[in-house]
T-cell receptor, first 116, second 111 residues
Framework: DAGVIQSPRHEVTEMGQEVTLRCKPISGHNSLFWYRQTMMRGLELLIYFNNNVPIDDSGMPEDRFSAKMPNASFSTLKIQPSEPRDSAVYFCASISPAVLSGNTIYFGEGSWLTVV | QKEVEQDPGPLSVPEGAIVSLNCTYSNSAFQYFMWYRQYSRKGPELLMY????GNKEDGRFTAQVDKSSKYISLFIRDSQPSDSATYLCAMTGTGFQKLVFGTGTRLLVSP
């Protein structure tokens, strides 16, 4: 299995520009998560989807952030307009239904965003 | 107060040392406890997974959960330079999706 695939791996953009981060979860995983990681705040859950439906977006910082999951194999996280304080590593993660068997969240390698 | 507290380190030890990493938490509803390892510029990967209180051992790694004290630990025996990474604790209640992470402890094992 290829694991959770994220793109782009690195993005440098100017303040005010739109940023779109993409994620392909592991095939068969029915829940998908977007996390943001910074030195100060660690890993923060932004939003998660279950069966392509957004379940909890209470972690989304503000209206500039939006996320979609149009199908089971693709999700996007969009920031518009971007600000320097959005600079962070954004991780996508997915989980299989068999959580109680010990399976748990699998993370992608992250999208490193720098807003200048 | 954060739900999960973890000392950011760095924790520097010589090769072969026993390492103790810890987290405290405030939410008594947490029942599933995990430790993730994150190498530089990589995503976190699951290291250990335990349910409720008790110990779990896997090779050089031992995870302990003390729910009465709201305290979890990860012990690494015979530490190796390849163990140098950031270790994040994570936990959740019955609603597994709400996984709450500590900020991570950076571990440096010197040869």
């Amino acid at each position: 299995d290829a694991g959770v695939i994220q793109s782009p791996r690195h993005e440098v953009t100017e303040m005010g520009q739109e940023v779109t981060l993409r994620c392909k979860p592991i095939s068969g995983h029915n829940s998908l998560f977007w996390y943001r990681q910074t030195m100060m705040r660690g890993l923060e859950l932004l939003i998660y989807f279950n069966n392509n439906v957004p379940i909890d977006d209470s972690g989304m910082p503000e209206d500039r952030f939006s996320a979609k999951m149009p199908n089971a194999s693709f999700s996007t996280l969009k920031i518009q307009p971007s600000e320097p304080r959005d600079s962070a590593v954004y991780f996508c993660a997915s989980i299989s239904p068999a959580v109680l068997s010990g399976n748990t969240i699998y993370f992608g390698e992250g999208s490193w965003l720098t807003v200048v | 107060q954060k739900e999960v507290e973890q000392d950011p380190g760095p924790l520097s030890v010589p090769e072969g040392a026993i390492v103790s990493l810890n987290c405290t938490y405030s939410n008594s509803a947490f029942q599933y406890f995990m430790w993730y390892r994150q190498y530089s510029r990589k995503g976190p990967e699951l290291l250990m997974y335990t349910y409720s209180s008790g110990n779990k051992e896997d090779g050089r790694f031992t995870a302990q959960v003390d729910k009465s004290s709201k305290y979890i630990s990860l012990f690494i025996r015979d530490s190796q330079p390849s163990d140098s990474a950031t270790y994040l604790c994570a936990m959740t209640g019955t609603g597994f999706q709400k996984l709450v992470f500590g900020t991570g402890t950076r571990l440096l094992v010197s040869p």
